[in-house]
Structure formats: C-alpha cells, structure tokens
C-alpha cells in the first residue's frame, strides 16, 4: 500500500520504468554514438574529430592548419618516394614530350607519393581545389586522416589561426619534383611539395627533401622555418639553372650578368629554391639567384614562391611580372627568383627573350 492511500498497480509501475527508460536512451544513445565514431576514427573526445577540418560547413579554412598538414603531406609523400628508389623497381613511362622535346618522365614514386599527398588534403580539406602533377584515379581512393595535430614548430612560429574563405584557395601539389634525376638516382635534386594560394596568390609553401629529410616551411606574414642567407653576390652572381630543361638559359645569364658568373646546373625547381636559402642540409648547393627560361609548370614553381615571398624575396616571370595560382597549369615567361636584392633592377638587366630569341 503506498502513502496517503494511493494504490499502485504493479502494470502501472513497469509501463512508468519502460517509458523513462526510452527517455534515457535517446538522451543519451546521440551522445554515445558521438563518443564511439571519435575513438574509431582515432580523435580525440571533446578536442574534435580526425576527418574534415576547419568550419563544420567547409566554408572557411584555417591556414595553419592547411600548413600542418602540407608538412605532414610532403613527409608522407616522400616516404614514398624513398621506398620506390631504394626498391629499385621505377616502373618508368613517359607521359610524352616537353614542348622542347624532353621526354617528361614519370615513376611508380611519382604516382604514388601523389596518391598520399593527394588523399590527406582532400580528406583534410574536401571543400577545396588541388591540383596536382599526376592523374589521381578516383577508384583508388584512400582515406587519410589527419590526427589534428599541429607540430610545436608551427605552433611557435605562427600563434593564432587564419581563417580563410575555403573557396578562395586552390593547393597545387608537386609529388615528386625532379623525375629525371630521380630515375638518374640523383637523390639530393629530388622534393616533394605543396602550395596553397588565396586568391591566386601563393601564401603558404612546403618543400621537402626525402633522401635527406629536411623540410623548409613558410607562410607569407606568418612565419617560416628557414631564412634567407646572410649575404649575396648581386654583381656576379652564381645563376643556379635547370640540367635537364635549359633551354638557353646558359647564354642569357652569361650575357645579362658577364662571363664572370657561375653557371650552376641543378634538377628540381625545388631544390633550385632552396639553393637561395639558408638550408643546413649537406647535399644543397648554394647559388645567389635562380633563372629558368623554358616553359614551367605551376606546381613545380607555387611553394618556392610561396616561401620566397614569405621570406621578403621574389620569383616573378623574367619579364617581372607575379604569378596567379589559379587557372591554366603553365607558365609562358620564364622564372627570375631572387632574395634579398633589388628584383626589379634585375628584371631591367635581363635581355627581352622574345627579341633576343633565347627563349
Ligand atoms: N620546358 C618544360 N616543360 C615542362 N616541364 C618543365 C619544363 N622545364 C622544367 N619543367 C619541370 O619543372 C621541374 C624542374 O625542372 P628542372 O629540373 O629542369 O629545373 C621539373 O618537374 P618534375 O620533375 O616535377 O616533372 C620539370 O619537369
Ligand atoms: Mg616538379
């Protein structure tokens, strides 16, 4: 008998149990569902998930966090490309000919470092465009995920996000710069990159050698990992050039700077790049100023950019014009990439390619 003369019936009793109970399980069954998706996908419970970063929509993204994972892309790329070369098995095909007539050569490194460093921004990043070297075969996806982490360095360096609009980035990607020595098993000349440009503009630059594991990093008005040398020979520079698409690159130097300058054949636009810099890497030669005069394409150029203008310095076409990250893959007017000297003046010393007919 219950107090104040109320009976209970014991049917009663289990219908008021079972209705609270499917109160608490759909309170709670949302909640543990969350729970459990997070610790399968390897996130961290209250610090967000592994998966899609940035604004729950996609419709902004945060550089630093784009930064963090372009590292991350570059060194899981390279190790791809490590493990090919030190295989031994290349699998090498040409993709055709250069406009000059070179074969343009590509490797099982090349394919599949593109399919790791392709895969981990787009799962990263889905809502925004890559584009990348190689052909991604979309019945080969892999899901990547990123563990959210973003390393101290980066940390250190750049103390706040920034948020951009997601569709005003494009990321161009680089899998392995520097094929032809690559199959030569000139190991030093070999990157694996990744850019990301806003608006066109290249604002954050990843470069990454695989044999020797040195990564250079910059995010233009945020901060970087390496900085420029202390000093440079402006009057008769050492010219680091293409060995493998030079065209007539050599001339044009010779002409523009004396026969006192040093011609420095090197592979990869990467590796060119980082020849200005002050990288502790052994195997980098150091030149004072980089000139490619042959046609070029975007995803061998944007990180070096990226870096060199994030550092103060500038890689515009010979004729000084910038370069937009956006739309066609190639670029017509040659490269000029300096640091720490008067570009502009450079750019005036140089002889009209289409004139002289040295391109
Ligand atoms: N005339 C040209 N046509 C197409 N690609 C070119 C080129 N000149 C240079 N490149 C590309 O730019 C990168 C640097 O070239 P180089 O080592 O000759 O300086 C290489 O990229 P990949 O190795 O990624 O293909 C190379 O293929
Ligand atoms: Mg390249």
């Known amino acids: 008998m219950a107090p104040m003369g109320i009976r209970l019936s014991p049917l009663g009793v289990a219908v ?62 390279g190790e791809e490309v490590r493990r090919v070369r030190e295989s031994n098995v290349l699998h090498e095909k040409s993709k055709g000919k250069t406009r000059e007539g070179a074969e343009d050569k590509m ?13 981990l921004l787009k799962t990263t990043f889905p809502t925004v465009q890559i584009n990348t ?54 190991r030093k000349y070999v990157t694996t990159m990744v850019c990301v440009a806003v608006n066109g503009k290249p604002v954050l630059g990843v470069i990454h050698k695989p044999f020797s594991k040195y990564t250079a990093w910059a995010m233009v008005d945020g901060g970087s990992n390496v900085k420029a040398r202390t000093s440079y020979n402006e009057k008769t520079p050492r ?45 980098q030669e150091k030149a004072d100023l980089y000139i490619h005069v042959t046609y070029i394409k975007k995803w061998d150029i944007c990180a070096g950019n990226a870096i060199l203008k994030a550092l103060g310095g500038h890689m515009t076409t010979l004729s000084g014009e910038e370069i937009s990250y956006t ?27 289409e004139k002289t007919g040295h391109k």
């Not at 079972?18 to 610090?47: I, N, T």
């Not at 420095?264 to 060119?272: C, E, L, Q, S, T």
């Open 16 to 77: 008021f149990c079972l209705l609270g109970l499917g109160v608490l399980y759909h309170l709670y069954s949302g909640f543990l569902a969350g729970r459990f998706s997070l610790f399968s996908l390897g996130g961290e419970p209250g610090g967000g998930a592994a998966g899609p970063a940035g604004a729950a929509d996609g419709a902004t993204v945060d550089l630093r966090e784009m930064l963090a994972v372009s590292v991350l892309a570059a060194v899981r790329g």
């Open 107 to 119: 490797t099982s490194g090349d394919v599949l470092s593109n399919r790791k460093m392709f895969y």
């Open 133 to 186: 070297e190689e052909h991604v075969d979309a019945t080969d996806q892999e899901v990547i995920l990123w563990d959210r982490k973003i390393p101290e360095d980066i940390l250190k360096e750049i103390a706040a996000p920034k948020e951009v609009p997601a569709e005003s980035v494009t990321v161009w990607i680089d899998p392995l710069d520097a094929t032809q020595e690559y199959t030569e098993d000139l």
């Open 239 to 283: 010219i680091v050039v293409s060995r493998s698409h030079s065209g007539m690159v050599k001339q044009v130097a010779l002409q523009t700077f004396g026969n006192q300058t040093t011609i420095i054949p090197a592979g990869g636009a990467g590796y060119k790049v980082l020849a200005l810099l002050d990288v502790p890497d052994k195997s």
């Open 327 to 353: 739309g066609s893959d190639g670029i017509e007017g040659g490269l000029l990439a300096s640091i720490s000297m008067n570009h502009q003046a450079l750019v005036r010393k140089l002889p009209d390619l």
